[in-house]
C-alpha cells in the first residue's frame, strides 16, 4: 500500500539556520502531496502542497518540490526562526479513498 | 468563519467508562475523520466518513464507535473495550471530488485521559 517515510527527528538547530526534512513516498500513481505543522497542544494545519510533478509549494518560507524521479518532496526553509519550533509531517492522498496518509512526523527545535 | 471544533479540549474519564468526543463542522465537507496521536508518534486512522449514514473503520477502530446523521457532525465514542484509551483525538474534514486539492482541514484537538 501507500506510505511516507519522513527523517526521524528531533532536528535541533540555531536560529537563522538552513532547514531540511526529508520525506519519500510509496505510492501507485502521482498522488498530491502535502507537510503539515503541529504546534505544541494544537492540531494541524496544513502548510504547502503540491499536486503534480515538478510543483514547489510553498508558504510562509518553507518550500517543497514534488520530485517524481526520487519520489520524494523534501521540506525546506533558508532561515529558521524559533517559532518554526513544531512537529512537521508529510502526507500524500491516496485518491480513490480520499485518504491522507501521514509519515511519523519530525520534531523541529529551533534554539536563539 | 468556517472550521472545525472539537470539545471538549481536555477530558478525563474514568476507567470502564465510556465517552463521547464531539466534532462539528461548518465547512461543508462531505468527509469526516478521526485520528489518534500518541507522544511522539504519528497520527493513526480511527474511523472515516465520507457521506452521511455510512463510515468505515482505520487502521485502529477496535475498542471505538462513531455514528455521522448529519452532514457536519461525527461525534467518536471511546468504550471501555479501548485498553489504552489516553491520547489526543484530531478530527479533520475534507471535501469529497475528483480534483480535490485542499488537503485536510484539522479540529484543535481532545486530550483524553484516562484516570
Known amino acids: 500500500g501507500d506510505s511516507v517515510t519522513q527523517m526521524e527527528g528531533p532536528v535541533t538547530l540555531s536560529e537563522e539556520a538552513f532547514l531540511t526534512i526529508n520525506c519519500t513516498y510509496t505510492a501507485t500513481g502521482y498522488p498530491s502531496l502535502f507537510w503539515y505543522v503541529q504546534y505544541p497542544g494544537e492540531g494541524l494545519q496544513l502548510l504547502l502542497k503540491?499536486?503534480?510533478?515538478?510543483d514547489k509549494g510553498s508558504n510562509k518560507g518553507f518550500e517543497a518540490t514534488y520530485r517524481k524521479e526520487t519520489t520524494s518532496f523534501h521540506l525546506e526553509k533558508g532561515s529558521v526562526q524559533v517559532s518554526d519550533s513544531a512537529v512537521y509531517f508529510c502526507a500524500l492522498l491516496d485518491d480513490s479513498s480520499y485518504k491522507l496518509i501521514f509519515g511519523s512526523g519530525t520534531r523541529l527545535l529551533v534554539r536563539p | 468563519d468556517g472550521g472545525i471544533t472539537q470539545s471538549p479540549k481536555y477530558l478525563f474519564r474514568k476507567e470502564g467508562q465510556n465517552v463521547t468526543l464531539s466534532c462539528e463542522q461548518n465547512l461543508n465537507h462531505d468527509a469526516m475523520y478521526w485520528y489518534r496521536q500518541d507522544p511522539g508518534q504519528g497520527l493513526r486512522l480511527i474511523y472515516y466518513s465520507q457521506i452521511v449514514n455510512d463510515f468505515q473503520k482505520g487502521d485502529i477502530a477496535e475498542g471505538y464507535s462513531v455514528s455521522r446523521e448529519k452532514k457536519e457532525s461525527f461525534p467518536l465514542t471511546v468504550t471501555s473495550a479501548q485498553k489504552n484509551p489516553t491520547a489526543f483525538y484530531l478530527c479533520?474534514?475534507?471535501?469529497?471530488?475528483?480534483?480535490?486539492?485542499?488537503?485536510?482541514?484539522f479540529g484543535s484537538g481532545t486530550r483524553l485521559t484516562v484516570v
Open positions: 503540491a499536486t503534480k510533478a515538478d
Open positions: 479533520a474534514s475534507s471535501p469529497r471530488d475528483t480534483y480535490f486539492e485542499g488537503g485536510y482541514t
